[in-house]
């Protein structure tokens, strides 16, 4: 069955980068793209951006632009999410979440990973 | 992008019928069919309900259903359950290639 495994939680200082990763499996690597979510602590979903995993273009939030950074290694099966630059603003539960269907555009999101927890504190 | 709009509770006793709104623009909800609607139970990853506006994933109950009218997109719960009681949000793509999600209505089941 396809199953994304996360990597784990992160403390981080202000100014720092994150990277996280999400590793596939159960499935064609390739063949479905890859969001990163992001849900701060009792707040609603965020989306972040999406990655190909086949040729590895990349599409961000405006609101991300110039601090994150979607890559993938296919020889792993894995994503990565990182950002930089980091607030305490940024403290949120970071997920990846697969597009079931091979549409275009991209535009859904199942299964999601576990999360990884970040803190950005001092 | 701003996120698209959902009230932030709507509540329903067993057995009844209840319907989640999600409004966007003419540049997201009302320029595509590519809504879709995703449940979180408290300290759970999301799940998706529904996609492409009314299209039903295998193994989601027939209770959840989606439509769409001009800008506002609905998703409908029949025959409520306790196992109900949830967050829910819409997700739409937009017209700048990116994708939004709506704000979460938090579901009460009386």
């Known amino acids: 069955q396809v199953q994304l495994v996360q990597s784990g939680a992160e403390v981080k200082k202000p100014g720092a980068s994150v990277k996280v990763s999400c590793k596939a499996s159960g499935y064609t690597f390739t063949s479905y793209y890859m969001h990163w979510v992001r849900q701060a602590p009792g707040q609603g979903l965020e989306w972040m951006g999406v990655i190909n995993p086949s040729g590895g273009s990349t599409t961000y939030a405006q609101k991300f632009q110039g601090r994150v950074t979607m890559t993938r290694d296919t020889s792993t099966r894995t994503v990565y999410m990182e950002l930089s630059s980091l607030r305490s603003e940024d403290t949120a539960l970071y997920y990846c979440a697969r597009d079931p269907y091979s549409n275009f555009p991209s535009r859904t999101f199942d299964p999601w990973g576990q999360g990884t927890l970040v803190i950005v504190s001092s | 992008q701003s996120a698209l709009t959902q009230p932030a509770s709507v509540s329903g006793s067993p057995g009844q019928s209840i319907t989640i709104s999600c409004t966007g623009t003419?540049?997201?909800?009302?320029?595509?069919?590519?809504v879709s609607w995703y449940q979180q139970h408290p300290g759970k990853a999301p799940k998706l309900m529904i996609y492409d506006v009314s299209s039903r994933p295998s193994g989601v109950s027939n209770r959840f259903s989606g439509s769409k009218s001009g800008n506002t997109a609905s998703l409908t719960i029949s025959g409520l359950q306790a196992e109900d009681e949830a967050d829910y949000y819409c997700?739409?793509?937009?017209?700048?290639?990116?994708?939004?999600f709506g704000g979460g209505t938090k579901l009460t089941v009386l």
């Open positions: 997700s739409s793509y937009t017209s700048s290639s990116t994708r939004v």
């Open positions: 003419s540049s997201d909800v009302g320029g595509y069919d590519y």
